[in-house]
């Protein structure tokens, strides 16, 4: 449990043991049994907003308890691995990022954000946190000292159509020149013509540290991985440099995302 979640677990022992009622007593209280109160606050079970409304309810808290888990919900809208990423993210003197798939998070528009999560497998209120929190992330680009990002991507990213959702590519194009446009962004395209490349193994993320240390992420359909140890981080930096000379120049890649920006136009 993370240090958010046992103080919420710890307020709600509190307020029990306060009250002076015994798990059963409390449940009672509640509409839970005692053995769902003691699985609550022990970890065992996460407290929904059911039975947080329902304690706030009987024990006249002012919603006290359903702010706290909606508090809660909101810091966790990230697994831990990629909470722990974002802080990396922050610390970082220089992003080298190469997307096989989508358009890197932190160039993300909302729409295009909203439509990489479509398809089923999180609810309104994940997707709303998840991109919430997402376009939170790129404010690192716009602070007075922003890290020097270079990003490599796919020609794909760029063709590939959001389905019903007319406009989205040219405005999400159009985001790209604008933000390939700053001194401490750098947007590489690897051209289709390429053909098959080191890089089609997956994306990945090299993130330099102030002190000289780096640290990668890469991830899949289920997870992410993030590594720090220096004989696969040199093996990335390698897989890295080998993708970026497929890339095409900085002007070059620019022109290209203007190109395709016009082909989505109707």
């Known amino acids: 449990m993370g240090t958010a979640t046992d103080y919420v677990l710890e307020e709600l022992r509190l307020l029990r043991a306060g009250s002076g009622l015994s798990q059963d007593d409390f449940g009672k209280g509640i509409g839970y049994s005692g053995s769902h109160v003691s699985s609550v606050e022990t970890g065992g079970r996460p407290p929904t907003k059911e039975y947080m409304r329902a304690i706030d309810a009987h024990h006249t808290t002012d919603g006290r308890f359903l702010r706290m888990l909606d508090r809660l919900a909101r ?44 398809g089923g497998r999180f609810d309104a209120e994940d997707v709303d946190r998840i991109v919430a ?66 890089g089609m193994g997956g994306q990945f993320i090299i993130a330099e540290m102030p002190d000289g240390e780096r640290v990668t992420y890469a991830d899949n359909q289920l997870t992410a991985q993030i590594v720090d ?15 970026r000379n497929e890339a095409l120049p900085r002007r070059q890649s620019i022109e290209l ?6 082909s989505w136009m109707p």
Request: charged share 25%; hydrophobic share 45%; aromatic share 8%.
């Open 257 to 262: 995302i203007k190109e395709v920006t016009k």
């Open 229 to 243: 140890a220096s004989t696969d981080v040199a093996k990335l930096a390698k897989t890295w440099e080998i993708v």
């Open 133 to 198: 929190s997402r376009l939170e992330r790129q404010a690192i680009l716009h602070r007075p000292r922003p890290p020097q990002l270079i990003a490599v991507l796919d020609e794909a990213v760029l063709r590939r159509p959001v389905l019903d959702q007319p406009g989205l590519m040219v405005e999400q194009c159009e985001k790209l020149v604008e933000l390939a446009a700053a001194e401490h962004i750098q947007v590489h395209i690897v051209p289709v013509d390429a053909g098959m490349y080191l």
């Open 75 to 118: 810091l966790d809208a990230e697994p831990a691995w990629l909470r722990e990423w974002i802080e990396f993210e922050r610390e970082a003197t220089t992003l080298r990022w190469f997307e096989l798939a989508y358009v890197p998070g932190l160039f993300q528009t909302e729409r295009y954000a909203r439509a990489t999560l479509a």
